[in-house]
T-cell receptor
Framework: DAKTTQPPSMDCAEGRAANLPCNHS???????VYWYRQIHSQGPQYIIH???NNETNEMASLIITEDRKSSTLILPHATLRDTAVYYC????????????FGTGTRLQVTL | DTAVSQTPKYLVTQMGNDKSIKCEQN?????MYWYKQDSKKFLKIMFS???????INETVPNRFSPKSPDKAHLNLHINSLELGDSAVYFC????????????FGSGTRLTVV
């Protein structure tokens, strides 16, 4: 599975959009980009995933560059409850493929 | 109705003891996992079972033995507990081929004294 690079920490004001970047320059053609988050000591929570196209769901939007070497997770209106560690993970699908967590980005949402 | 439930939530035990953590999922998923999160908050996969078959077995001491009696359950038995086993253990499940979103349990905090 390809490695990812994320900033260790970011701040965001409540109500503003939080844009979390991720570099995955060695991603392979059929590897997906997944985003998970972990809110203080809870189990990680799935947010969104994509292959090539931009994706949006009720939680967030995922923007993947055309060359697929980087992506951005967008939380459109961050709230205090979005304070968490956000993990960008690239992986193949299939039973033998692992969901491997890196160090992630610690997002602090402030008043 | 909790999707992935682990018991117990907290476990404090002495070195040398044997303990088990249980995990059950009611999502109908075919794959289950155990992850360990150490004091530095690093999440690391330990085992993966697909349809009761061991698929992923990371470099984990033999003292850790997973058991999957059926697709909905994956238990973790730990023999001869050591101080370094203190961590939070997370169970997760997913369904192969449907975007493979992992659903995690709320964790079992194991403290070995």
């Amino acid at each position: 599975d390809a490695k990812t690079t994320q900033p260790p920490s970011m701040d965001c004001a409540e109500g503003r959009a939080a844009n979390l970047p991720c570099n995955h320059s060695t991603i392979s053609g059929n590897e997906y980009v997944y985003w998970y988050r972990q809110i203080h000591s809870q189990g990680p929570q799935y947010i969104i995933h994509g292959l090539k196209n931009n994706e949006t769901n009720e939680m967030a939007s995922l923007i993947i560059t055309e060359d697929r070497k980087s992506s951005t997770l967008i939380l459109p209106h961050a709230t205090l409850r979005d304070t968490a560690v956000y993990y960008c993970i690239v992986r193949y699908t299939g039973t033998a493929s692992k969901l491997t967590f890196g160090t992630g980005t610690r997002l602090q949402v402030t008043l | 109705d909790t999707a992935v439930s682990q018991t117990p939530k907290y476990l404090v035990t002495q070195m040398g003891n044997d303990k088990s953590i249980k995990c059950e999922q009611n999502l109908g998923h075919d794959t289950m996992y155990w992850y360990k999160q150490d004091s530095k908050k690093f999440l690391k996969i330990m085992f993966s079972y697909n349809n009761k078959e061991l698929i992923i077995n990371e470099t984990v001491p033999n003292r850790f033995s997973p058991k999957s009696p059926d697709k909905a359950h994956l238990n973790l038995h730990i023999n001869s507990l050591e101080l370094g086993d203190s961590a939070v253990y997370f169970c997760a499940s997913s369904q192969v081929g449907t975007g493979e979103r992992y659903t995690f349990g709320s964790g079992t905090r194991l403290t070995v004294v």
